[in-house]
Structure formats: structure tokens, C-alpha cells
């Protein structure tokens, strides 16, 4: 336990695949030389009582049917998104300018599916965990998430006084 009393820390970025799990193993390797480390879902076995989906954003798509191929949308998406009238959902940020400015509404914005979290029951009590799928957004959201769907398990049975200060990194 670190000097007044245990602390908590997140590994959090914009997209999923960018390295945060390598990340956090790393920092609790090396904590782990002169604290006490626990990484918990790698740690418990646990059994999934509870599924949800995460949607971490929007992607733009075009309805063929109602495009006429004026070049707009290609022409204006500054993530190079858009080519031969076809989006490529890795490389569109969602920002909705194509949407915009498309003079037939050929373009909807739909929720993209982020990753999952999870609420499992373990022997040492509930545990709330994630997963991102790779390239997904919006993962600093989902630590949001899972910290306030189940804040009793988040807080690790532990009275209000010897709980973490939830600083996040």
C-alpha cells in the first residue's frame, strides 16, 4: 500500500489496439518490485454474469440509392475516408462533415459498436471489467462507464476510509 493509503490507477486512450493492456503490465511489473500489485481480471478467475455493449462513436455510411456520385464527400473528408464513394469505417473519425455537406443526404452518421463490459462474480466479490475491440473509440468513456455502473465493485469491499483516491493516468 502506497503512503496514505491504496491508489488506484486507469490506462486509458482514444482507440482500442493502441497498447494499453502491454501498458498497464508493464507499469505493474515494475510496481510490482516495491508495491503490492493486483491486476484483477488477469488475477480471478471469474464467471460473467452480465454482458453490455459499448458504443464508442459514430461512422458515416452511404445510402447508394440516394447518392449521386457528385465527389463532395470524398472531396471535403480530411481523414481520406472516403474513396470511390465508399467509407472505410477505420479511417472515418466520424466528425459528420461528409453528412453535412452532402446535397442529397446520401450520408448517415450510425452508432459503431466499441467493445463490451462485463460484470463478473468472483470469490472475492463482483468485479467490473472491459474490452475494447481494436480501433474502437473512445475508451477513456468506457472506464467511465464501467467505473459507475457498479461502483461497489469498483471500490473493492473496502470501508469509504482505506478506499483509493481513483487518480487517473
Known amino acids: 500500500m502506497a503512503a496514505g493509503g491504496p491508489i488506484q490507477i486507469s490506462v486509458a486512450s482514444g482507440k482500442g489496439g493502441t497498447g494499453k493492456t502491454t501498458v498497464a503490465l508493464n507499469l505493474a511489473c515494475t510496481a510490482s518490485r516495491t508495491l503490492r500489485v493486483q491486476v484483477l481480471s488477469l488475477l ?79 470469490a472475492r466479490g463482483p468485479l467490473v471489467h472491459a474490452r475494447l475491440e481494436p480501433g474502437g473509440d473512445n475508451s477513456g468513456r468506457l472506464v467511465t462507464v464501467v467505473r459507475h455502473s457498479r461502483p461497489e465493485a469498483c471500490d473493492g469491499g473496502l470501508p469509504a476510509s482505506q478506499r483509493p483516491n481513483n487518480t487517473q493516468h
Open 44 to 122: 480471478l478467475e471469474n464467471t460473467v454474469v452480465e454482458t453490455q455493449e459499448f458504443g464508442g462513436g459514430l461512422k458515416a455510411r452511404i445510402d447508394a440509392r440516394k447518392c449521386d456520385a457528385c465527389g463532395i464527400c470524398e472531396k471535403s473528408c480530411r481523414f481520406h475516408a472516403i474513396e470511390s464513394l465508399s467509407i472505410d469505417p477505420v479511417f472515418c473519425e466520424g466528425c459528420g462533415l461528409c453528412q453535412l455537406l452532402c446535397p442529397t443526404r446520401a450520408i448517415e452518421m450510425y452508432p459503431e459498436l466499441s467493445g463490451h463490459w462485463y460484470v463478473s462474480e468472483t
